[in-house]
């Protein structure tokens, strides 16, 4: 028997020998999903060293006979899957299961399935990297306020502060490279330390959907994502550079990516940005200038199944702002809204004096994850943030070199996050969050803080589940639960934490020491439970057409600022304060959108209503005379407010050459408390554009746009009259009347040349404010003080390699 | 395979927890646990304005101790009273007495005059300033104040930072931010 065997076997290793030889081994594999485990019916597998093709049965089952001995290459492609390539040594296999990936595109877009997307069919509504280039070097907020029902808070024209649907600051959640964002982002002259240039596409979340990232984005929210790269092995990179003729200046752009066949990548980027005084169409804008230094390095390993990314980011700004804005009391206030231009108009210059802020901001990530199989995706983030604001004014004798402000923010954060796609039709995607964050006021400025030290911690966890109801009908629905510790220490006025605003009754166990001087020290201690859901339905309908709907639960606690804020604002020759009775915030908002996605003819409209309980705004509530002379004195409180309003968005192709597009917003922001319109609202605004593009000709493209905003006529009264001791009469000062309408032209030309197999050349000319108007807009922090800025004419050279 | 790319992202880690601690503790702004900010506030807390003649002395004083916020300023004499038809000469001093002793800010406008001016504004009151800056333009911290006949008033006197110099000897017009703004009630007798 045993001799029987041994023969057998002998001749069977004679048999596959000749076998070999003659080349007729059967490899016999079988496709399987990596997440439920089910066979793959119909991918395509090719044997590329032999030139070979099969595809998979219902069982997910291929072979291929006729192999000799040796090494073959089986590339297995399916759709919407990640193509994927395998080394197979045959003399040792001859069979394999192979997991192939099914839901690629699902896996990185949880968040923004079931809710409303920014118009995808049009290059300015998409912010894609080609529309990122263009705003090279301007501004996050520049770059996103094309977005219809995005509109942006500005200070002068390079800090701008991105809004949607008329909420910014804290409402608004940014998330760089999957970090969110503390950057001191509840000033309002604060804009977010953000290089554009480093990231690949920026998406705007109007919607409810957000969950993953905060519990409180209940303006929307904003995601800058680095691009991934394909595993494969390559060297390529790019060089942008930007002339503009307003401001005598512009931006440098280099980065360099290198990925290999092992799945590592690697990529930097560096950017310099340098303008002088800006123009408006009549004078200069003395002291507009910007400088900024940015850069960013990745690393990285890329497969299927685990890998991780480590990121880090430098930015820094310095802003100057327009000297004529630098003010006393309000009489100098009256003196500027009262006078048609700026007060200081110098030659141009590309110094930047005083008034001015410097602000530095390091961001650092480390992310890893690992994929399990017929069970989901575990990926672990660590990040880290530094961002050191000085704001510099006008001072005398050796505090002339002194900010004013100085304020550094550390923010630290863990979070661990699952992706369960095991179920067919659900996606379960969940994680937890631990962040601790330490604001520091520097010493040293010789004023008393604006922002207190404190130190804070939240803690965070979050369920979000995606259910497929059939093939056109997706349901999701999301918790979140977070909790915060705020402690700060702070040193009150004892007249105000007695008498003005009664602190010592209403917070005793915050004082903190016995009183000094005319201070007493304090330790105010908050901590705050919040919950937030969403509620999110997506329909598909035949003709490509879609209809969203999303509610959603946000709920706010106060910000610093709003709590703890106290003193001069400069610029705008007002006193703001905070109050230790401030409560959070909590939003119920509502959006539907009605979508068809096509290149012929597309639209999105999208209605949305928010309404929001203890919405906290800062508005005027008296005067207040100091050494200095009066001031108004603005207060944070917190009332009933409403915001509801549209989107639409229109595109289509005229000829095959010829495309237009068009948007609208209308929005309508009430204080129902007062029963008066809310604070600083944007206007309703709608633009158009059209496109001449020639594929054929060096891709070249010719656009003409229009952009119109109206008066906003809804505004809440808060002028009052004060008395001006010099002209020794009563003066009236008007803060709250808006500009009229404005229309904008523009143009944009751009043509590419091809000069080898991978490098080209993208050359662009492009006209701003065509016609030269002069207009102020109303959500320009500096509007009393000049105009907004003239025609520019830009230059871009784009050299990809 | 696996082992070595395990070791490679906890070194990574390592670095990264390293260099955030580097960031954190090498800041040349750290404040550690020392919490007590910047007690010496700069501050104007007091406007003195001292009249002379021969033995007349009169000096009028606005002072707001806490800064803004807090208690109101005081005036001291409340009813500061001068010699009807009579020329002073007058001298305007800033101080911050938080400090002890107090700082004189006169002195800071001083070294910087061509970048300060003193307004005055008065009924009843003809004042004039009687020194200048480097560049020849009127400064204001010393005057000359000649009274009218008997009567009631009031004096306003305004510092600017960088205002437009020259000007029309207006404070309205000359621009520039305003440093200190206070109003004096004044009777003549």
Known sequence: ?801 | MKITNTIKITKLLAILFISVFIFTACSDDDDDDDHDHDSEEELITTVKYTLTNGSDVVTLTYSDPDGEGGNDGTYSPAEPSLTANTTYTGVVQLLNETESPAEDITEEVKDEADEHEFFYTSSGLTITKTDVDGNGNPLGVETSLITAGAGSGTLTIVLKHEPTKPNDGSSSSAGGSTDVEVTFNVTIN
């Open chain 1, 1 to 801: 028997m045993q001799r029987l065997i041994f023969l057998c076997a002998f001749l069977y290793c004679i048999s596959t020998n000749t076998a070999a030889q003659d080349c007729n081994i059967t490899f016999k594999g079988r496709i399987i999903d990596f997440h439920d485990k089910t066979p793959i019916l119909g991918a395509s597998i090719a044997v590329i060293n032999l030139n070979r093709y099969t595809t998979s049965n219902m069982d997910g089952v291929f072979e291929i006979n006729n192999l000799c001995k040796g090494k073959i290459i089986l590339e297995v492609k399916h759709i919407s899957c990640e193509t994927k390539q395998i080394t197979i040594d045959i003399d040792k296999k001859i069979s394999k299961d192979i997991y192939l990936e099914h839901h690629l595109e699902e896996l990185n877009e949880v968040i923004l399935r079931a809710n409303t997307k920014t118009d995808q069919s049009s290059v300015e509504q998409s912010l894609k990297k080609a529309v990122i280039e263009q705003f090279t070097d301007k501004s996050l907020g520049d770059a996103i306020k094309t977005i219809s029902g995005v509109s942006a808070l500005n200070t002068g024209n390079s800090i701008v502060k991105p809004m949607i649907h008329g909420l910014h600051s804290s409402r608004l959640l940014i998330i760089n490279n999957n970090v969110r964002m503390f950057d001191q982002e509840w000033g309002d002259e604060h804009a977010p330390n953000i290089d554009i240039n480093a990231s690949d596409r920026i998406d705007v979340i109007k919607g409810a959907n957000t969950l993953k990232y905060g519990s409180d984005a209940i303006g929307g929210l904003i995601l800058l994502r680095a691009k991934r790269y394909t595993v494969k092995d390559s060297l390529f990179g790019s060089i942008l550079s930007s002339f503009n003729s307003n401001g005598l200046g512009g931006s440098l752009n280099s980065e360099l990516i290198r990925t290999y066949n092992s799945g590592y990548y690697t990529k930097a980027q560096m950017n310099y940005r340098k303008f002088g005084d800006f123009k408006a169409p009549n004078y200069k804008l003395t002291n507009s200038g910007v400088e900024s230094l940015n850069g960013s390095i990745q690393f990285g390993y890329n497969s299927f199944e685990k890998g991780f990314d480590a990121y880090y980011s430098y930015v820094n700004n310095e802003f100057g702002i327009l000297q004529s804005s630098h003010i006393g009391n309000v009489n100098d206030l009256v003196n500027a809204i009262n006078s048609q231009q700026p007060r200081v108009i110098e030659n141009f210059s590309y110094t930047i004096n005083v008034p001015k802020q410097s602000i530095v901001h390091h961001l650092g990530k480390i992310e890893a994850y690992k994929r399990y199989k017929g069970f989901g995706k575990l990926t672990v983030q660590y990040d880290f943030q530094i961002n050191r604001r000085k704001e510099y004014d006008l001072r005398r004798g050796d505090l002339k070199n002194t900010p004013v402000i100085d304020l550094r923010l550390f923010t630290t954060s863990l979070q661990p996050n699952l992706q369960v796609d095991y179920f067919n039709n659900l996606k379960i995607n969940t994680g937890l969050l631990v962040r601790y964050q330490q604001n520091d006021a520097i010493s040293g400025t010789r004023t008393s803080p604006l922002i207190p030290d404190f130190d804070k911690f939240d803690a965070g966890i979050y369920a979000v589940g995606n259910y497929r109801l059939d093939e056109t009908t997706d349901l999701s629905v999301g918790f979140r639960y977070d909790f915060s510790d705020i402690n700060a220490r702070k040193e009150y006025n004892i007249t105000d934490w007695q008498e003005t605003y009664n602190y010592d009754e209403l917070f005793p166990e915050f004082e903190d020491g016995d009183i000094k001087g005319t201070d007493i020290p304090t330790n105010p201690r908050f901590t705050y439970h919040n919950m937030s859901a969403s509620l999110g339905l997506s329909k598909k309908f035949d003709n490509n057409i879609l209809l969203l709907a999303n509610y959603g639960l946000a709920s706010r606690v106060p910000n610093p600022s709003e709590l703890f804020s106290e003193g001069l604002h400069h610029s705008a020759a007002r006193i703001e304060t905070g109050l230790l009775t401030i409560g959070k915030e909590i939003a119920n908002k509502f959006i539907l959108s009605l979508e068809k996605n096509n290149n012929n003819f597309g639209f999105a409209i999208s209605p949305y209503y928010k309404g929001i309980s203890g919405f906290i705004q800062l508005i005027p509530v008296g005067i207040t005379t100091t050494i200095r002379g009066a001031f108004p004195v603005w207060e944070y409180n917190q009332v009933a407010a409403q915001i509801f309003g549209i989107d639409i968005d229109v595109n289509k192709k005229v000829s095959n050459n010829f495309s237009y597009s068009g948007s609208l917003s209308l929005l309508q922001g009430d204080n129902l408390t007062d029963n008066i319109p809310l604070i600083h609202m944007p206007a309703a605004n709608f633009s158009n554009r059209l496109s001449y593009v020639n594929a054929n000709l060096n891709q070249l493209t010719i656009r003409l746009s229009q952009k119109t905003s109206l008066q906003q006529n809804r505004y809440p009264d808060y002028n009052f009259f004060t008395y001006n001791a010099t002209l020794q009469e009563n003066v009236f000062v008007d803060i709250s009347s808006t500009p009229p309408s404005y229309s904008l032209f523009g143009m944009h030309t751009s043509a590419v040349f091809k000069f080898s197999n991978k490098g080209s050349l993208k050359l662009e000319f492009n006209i701003e404010n065509m016609f030269n108007k002069s207009y102020r807009e109303h959500l320009n922090r500096l509007r009393y003080f000049s105009d907004d800025l003239g025609r520019n004419y830009n230059l871009k050279l784009k050299i990809n390699y």
